[in-house]
Each structure stands twice: as C-alpha cells, then as structure tokens.
C-alpha cells in the first residue's frame, strides 16, 4: 500500500509559478512511476505529467509541455511538479498517483492522493 500526500497548491497570478510536492509513505516510492493530473470543476480528471521510477523518462501533456516539470527525489520518497506560467486555465484541484508501470495519458493508476487546490487568477 502507497498512501500519497500532496501539498504546495495555492493561489498564483497568471504568470506565476508553483511547486507541487507529493510525498510518499513508503520506500518501495522509488519501484513506482509517479504521474500528476488535474479535474477543474465540471471536467473529468486529466492527465498532466508522468516520470518514471528513475527519473530517466518523463511524458507530458501538450497543456504542460515547457511550462511544467516532473521530477522525482528517491531519497525523500517524494514527486514535484513545477509549473511555471500558470495560466487561468490550469486552475484545478491537482492530484498525484503512483503505478508500478509508466502510463501515458490515462488515469489508471493504482495509487492516488487527496489532492491539491491551484487558483489562477488572471
């Protein structure tokens, strides 16, 4: 069992950044591929962003390409997301999740966290 905490959300300007972390209670993190998504109200969840249990591989949705980064620190059982020009448009509660397989725009995932709220305002 993998249980998921994420944190770093808030409430930015268009234009600004964020950091999303999401931590992991248990070693066997760095087995797991970790993806982050998102669900603005009324939408179905998406897919944002995935990287592998290595870090080697990372797979981004066009609405993320250069302007989010995926990465992983092992050591500290923890994923980020770094988002940078945030827009209006990526307001959303965003999620992490870990599957022991890589999986590129799905929402399949085994393991979920509770979320966390990013408002853009513009």
């Known amino acids: 069992q993998v249980q998921l905490v994420e944190s770093g959300g808030g409430s930015v300007q268009a234009g600004g950044s964020l950091r999303l972390s999401c931590a992991a209670s248990?070693?066997?993190?760095?087995?797991?591929?970790m993806g982050w998504f998102r669900q603005a109200p009324g939408k179905e969840r998406e897919f944002v962003a995935v990287?592998?249990?290595?870090?080697?591989?990372?797979y981004y949705a066009d609405s993320a390409k250069g302007r989010f980064t995926i990465s992983r620190d092992n050591a500290k059982n923890t994923a980020y997301l770094q988002m940078n020009s945030l827009k209006p448009e990526d307001t959303a509660v965003y999620y992490c999740?870990?599957?022991?397989?890589?999986?590129?725009?799905?929402?399949?995932?085994?393991?979920w966290g509770q979320g966390t709220q990013v408002t853009v305002s513009s």
């Open positions: 990287i592998s249990w290595s870090g080697d591989s990372a």
């Open positions: 999740a870990a599957d022991l397989d890589l999986k590129v725009a799905t929402t399949y995932y085994a393991y």
């Open positions: 248990t070693d066997i993190f760095r087995s797991y591929a």
